[in-house]
């Protein structure tokens, strides 16, 4: 690596830029980047002259084709991105003042040069020496005709209005009128070959197969007297390869060759791609799974119509739909009554077909075809019976309805009364004994609408009671005697338990709902409150106390 090289920068007046990196000459690749590399510059003002300034632009480029391997006569994008870009002079620069022309040069099987541009650099508003940031530049052309081409790049200009700065290959030229090119060299190749399915084993068309089926193909384009080799990928090509067929070419780059499908392969749409090692076709293809039908609707009465749908049959194939009793045996059941239809398979396998069910026995609707066998369930719908047939003196039947109701959960909530947040007990006067100061705490309404099982717990929590000007009553110092009971009007499932009496009110239960037992539904409304007693010591710092007690629901 080399550090950059600045020669009379700080002397450049307007825009000019300054080129900064790490240094890094790889040789051309079939795919150019990202890679190091360096480029000289020069900085031309007013777009004249020879160019002062010289400079060394390193960074890291990558220099692209899209699609990477295009057919004659189709467009192709060209990129190249250099991922920190220039550095700037010693004036400001405004966003979109220094626009980007990338010359690249084609050749191989087809000749000529090509522009890429990025209008808009720098994205934003950049300061004197600082980072211009990096950039893509983008043009395209027309793949000619089948071959390799090389694309290099040729020059790079960064366009101010000020003063320009072109750079070409490493060195100290004039990178305007005699460029070099650089060693930036992307690697390509426009390839016209193609695959054709010529036939199928069991199938009647050359569009779907399935396991065990084998598909003849045939190629051209590729490499001449070549072994190739065949695989079932994605729908686009890529993905595991199933199976392994096999092929060869002639002197022309034209052959022919076959794949088994393999046993439980990848069902659906799929592409069958034969490569010879350098090259790749593809052709699509559907691979057909398990045959199946669905009806619409899956039950009703006599005479109701229905929609028949299918997947996986082979293509053009004749399917018979029709009716079939209760499976008591090995498929397929008896017939019934129904009239059968026939649908033809289509190109992917699949069929539609209208169907009527009138046999009252009908509890399938199936699809068949040679030893291919597919059933949906049919319900027999009970919205309709006949009672008494013609003049008969006895009969009766049945219409059963099914009851529904949604019966949604409330809550397990609780609420006081306005103006109850405040507990002020019993003054003492200090007398040179304990004593006992009382207060009362109003009635919470705790409501369980939640219509379950479960059981609620109220408990307490208390802080120490802390005095102005200063002392401290224990929270230990706090006990209550709870109550528990029915609010007034209320129907409860169960009976809500008081905590204990007489005990530190800190992490005490005030009052509780059992769960239920047995499946038994728990839920009310109850009211809880407790009377409280605070034991003032008989050696106790004046002044007025307070604490706080939370009450907590669970």
């Known amino acids: 690596m080399t550090r950059i090289v600045r ?34 510059c020069r900085i031309y003002f007013s777009d004249a002259g020879t160019g002062s300034s010289p400079s060394e632009w390193a960074d890291t480029f990558t220099l692209t084709t899209n699609p990477a391997s295009p057919k004659p006569g189709q467009s192709v994008t060209v990129s190249l991105t250099a991922a920190e870009g220039s550095t700037n002079g010693p004036v400001p620069l405004t966003a979109g003042s220094v626009p980007v022309a990338v010359t690249v040069g084609i ?60 750079c070409s290959n490493d060195g ?82 034209s052959g022919t060759g076959t794949l088994v499908v393999p046993a439980s392969p990848t069902t659906g749409t799929r592409t069958l791609a034969v490569t010879d090692g350098v090259n790749t076709v593809l052709v699509s293809i559907t691979i057909l799974g398990t045959p199946t039908v669905t009806i619409t609707p899956s039950g009703g009465g006599a005479g109701t119509a229905i929609s028949v749908k299918g997947t996986d049959w082979d293509p053009g194939s004749s399917v018979v739909v029709r009716g079939y009793q209760a499976l008591t045996g090995a498929p397929p059941p008896p017939a019934t009554s129904d009239t059968p239809v026939t649908a033809t398979a289509s190109a992917t396998g699949g069929i539609s077909a209208a169907f009527t069910v009138n046999d009252t026995t009908t509890a399938y609707v199936g699809a068949v075809s040679g030893r291919m066998f597919a059933l949906a369930p049919w319900t027999a719908s009970a919205d309709a019976c006949t009672a008494k047939e013609g003049n008969a003196a006895t ?35 200090l007398n040179g004994s304990a004593q006992t100061a009382t207060g009362s705490l109003k009635p919470i309404n705790v409501t369980d ?88 010591p008989a050696i106790q710092l004046a002044g007025t106390y307070t604490a706080t007690l939370t009450l907590t629901l669970s």
């Open 395 to 429: 009969g009766d039947c049945d219409l059963k309805y099914e009851l529904s109701e949604t019966v949604t959960g409330g809550s397990l909530s609780m609420s006081r009364g306005a103006g109850s947040s405040t507990i002020i007990f019993t003054g003492v006067t």
């Open 449 to 536: 609408n939640r219509g379950s099982t479960l059981g609620w717990e109220l408990a307490a929590a208390v802080t120490d009671f802390t005095g102005v000007p200063g002392g401290t009553i224990p929270a230990g110092a706090l006990t209550w005697t709870p109550s528990c009971a029915d609010h007034t009007g209320a129907t409860n499932a169960t009976a809500a338990v008081a905590g204990s009496a007489a005990v530190p009110v800190n992490e005490a239960t005030l009052c509780s709902g059992p769960a239920g037992t047995g499946g038994t539904v728990t839920g009310g409304s109850y009211d809880a409150s407790a009377e409280l007693s605070l034991t003032v």
């Open 172 to 253: 100290d030229r004039d990178h305007k009128a005699a460029p070099v090119d650089t060693t930036i060299v992307h690697n390509a190749t426009v390839f016209d070959g193609g695959a054709t399915i010529t036939s199928i084993t069991g199938q009647t068309g050359v569009t779907a197969a399935r396991a065990g089926n084998t598909i003849d193909y045939s190629v051209t384009g590729l490499e001449a007297n070549a072994t190739l080799t065949a695989s079932l990928k994605d729908s686009s090509g890529g993905g595991t390869g199933e199976g392994s067929g096999t092929g060869s070419t002639g002197a022309g780059g």
């Open 7 to 40: 020669r009379a920068l700080a002397a450049a007046a307007g825009s000019a830029l300054a080129l900064a990196g790490v240094v890094a000459v790889q040789a051309p690749a079939a795919a150019y980047g990202p890679t190091a590399n360096s480029l000289g």
């Open 107 to 166: 050749s191989g099987a087809q000749t000529g040069t090509i522009t890429l541009n990025q209008s808009s650099y720098p994205a934003g508003a950049v300061a004197a020496y600082a980072e211009l940031g990096g950039f893509t530049a983008t043009g395209s052309f027309v793949a000619g005709s089948q071959g390799a081409v090389a694309l290099t790049v040729k020059q790079v200009k960064f366009a101010n209005s000020t003063a320009s700065t072109y």
